[in-house]
């Protein structure tokens, strides 16, 4: 109970600035926390007991509203829980919240939000980073402990390194995707925000594995990944040479990743550069992939099924199209275009098949450079949270901020992003780790090694 008193002051006192949670449990959470006390009183309580989390409002939770932002979703409530809501609440957990989000989670500031951007609460006048803003911004502010949040192109990571705190995207599948709000089917897994990795490795051994209601979930047991992470020995690392030379990077965030890695080095690691011939194409296969993807997706919300429907229609036609008009901000809009066109009968083969083979050619080219080496390393993003307002009209530059994100999500495979220092002004830096399908226990067990030795 004082577990919860405490998050819930601070969100009361933060909340009305920073606009990270959209909706808050106090009394449920409050009722919750007394039950729960009585269990650890008779030994009887779960894993998660005490764990008070927040989550982005893209992860379905029965009876509550959710809304992924937008206003399509207006007064819709969910009938049933994700698979990870019912595994953290099994675990005696306490859910705080919904949180905001970039609308549908497309977005890399939080500004794409039907509720307003969250503010950065190193600076509120900065991005939060997106789409998870406001799940980095509660554990970034203490208004919560963990966050859920759901990473496509980098939606954990992204936003947690710009807010200081630790971002954490699983295997593609190691976490089931039941009653998570689909983007882009083939790179959406729902990802942790913590301020320590073994919160991360708690919640990660709760929420994996199996689940009946997605069939793309793994089956590969689940490691303990809390009760073993103590690293031993020596890693290898490679570092891709194009990001780390890369123009687009700031002096900063360059600084800060080479000291970085020449700390690695420092204590024994091995650490190499690589050539990624194919990083000026990520960001275009990522685009072509998921909006594609998102066009199929979204194409449920009719005005008809769920949340909001126009006030203005004559006849079933203009029902969906002026609902959908209505009901879907500007960015939705774009991707929804952008993804029907790529899959079109006449550019098909140019766009949507292409782009597959060039995901086939970033997923080969990684397993081949993990075989050799244990992490891959780069920054989490070019440089750190910038103004709000800044680069909302231009998307190009905004789309830039997932150029180190989008890999592990072509890739599948699984990434962290740690704080790394900050730049003059005290903004957080992020720095990113990759590695092998499966392999989330030997990346938290270096990433604790490597914040521990700070
Ligand atoms: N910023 C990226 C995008 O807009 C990533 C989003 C995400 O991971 N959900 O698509």
């Not at 020995?233 to 687009?248: D, L």
């Not at 800060?256 to 190499?272: P, S």
């Not at 992939?289 to 997706?297: D, F, I, K, P, V």
Request: with cysteine.
């Amino acid at each position: 109970v004082q577990i919860v008193q405490h998050y819930l002051q601070h969100i009361e006192t933060k909340n009305p600035t920073l606009n990270a949670f959209l909706e808050v449990y106090e009394n449920e959470a409050l009722e919750r926390a007394k039950l729960i006390d009585q269990k650890i009183a008779e030994g009887t309580a779960g894993k998660l007991a005490g764990m008070v989390i927040g989550l982005k409002d893209v992860i379905c939770y029965a009876n509550h509203a959710l809304q992924a932002s937008s206003k399509i979703l207006d007064s819709f409530q969910s009938q049933f829980s994700a698979t990870v809501v019912e595994r953290l609440l099994a675990a005696d957990a306490i859910i705080i919240g919904r949180q905001n989000c970039d609308e549908f989670a497309m977005g890399s500031s939080n500004e794409n939000s039907a509720f307003g951007a969250v503010c950065n609460a190193q600076d509120t006048t900065c991005v939060a980073g997106g789409s998870s803003g406001g799940s980095a911004v509660a554990v970034q502010a203490a208004m919560c402990m963990v966050s859920l949040g759901s990473d496509t192109g980098g939606s954990v990571r992204q936003p947690a390194g710009f807010c200081g705190v630790i971002g954490f995207k699983p295997t593609y599948g190691r976490v089931s995707r039941y009653g998570l709000v689909a983007y882009a089917s083939s790179f959406d897994i729902i990802g942790i925000l913590a301020k320590n990795i073994d919160a991360v490795a708690l919640v990660l051994e709760v929420i994996a594995g199996g689940d009946a209601w997605d069939s793309t979930v793994s089956q590969e047991p689940i490691a303990q990944y809390s009760q073993n992470l103590a690293w031993q020995g020596k890693a290898r690392i490679a570092y891709i040479r194009e990001a780390i030379e890369n123009e687009a990077l700031s002096p900063t965030v360059r600084t800060q990743t080479e000291k970085r890695l020449a700390d690695l080095r420092a204590a024994g690691h091995t650490v190499e550069s690589v050539d990624f011939p194919y990083l000026k194409y990520l960001l275009p296969t990522y685009y072509v992939l998921t909006t594609a993807e998102a066009s199929s997706n979204l194409s449920r919300f009719d005005g008809v099924r769920y949340g909001f429907r126009s006030a203005n229609t004559k006849d079933l036609a203009s029902l969906y199209t002026k609902s959908r008009s209505e009901g879907f901000g500007a960015e939705v809009k774009r991707r929804i275009m952008l993804g029907t066109f790529v899959l079109s009968a006449g550019f098909y083969e140019a766009y949507y098949s292409k782009a597959q083979k060039v995901r086939r050619l970033i997923q080969d080219w990684t397993k081949e450079v993990l075989k050799n080496y244990d992490f891959i390393a780069l920054p989490t993003t070019p440089d750190v949270a910038f103004k709000i307002g800044e680069k909302r009209a231009n998307i190009l530059q905004m789309f830039w901020e997932d150029v180190f994100t989008v890999h592990a999500n072509l890739a599948g495979i699984p990434a962290i992003s740690i704080p790394n220092g900050t730049n003059e002004a005290g903004l957080p830096i992020g720095f990113q780790l990759m590695a092998g399908a499966f392999e989330e226990g030997k990346l938290l067990r270096f990433a604790k090694g490597l914040l521990e030795r700070e």
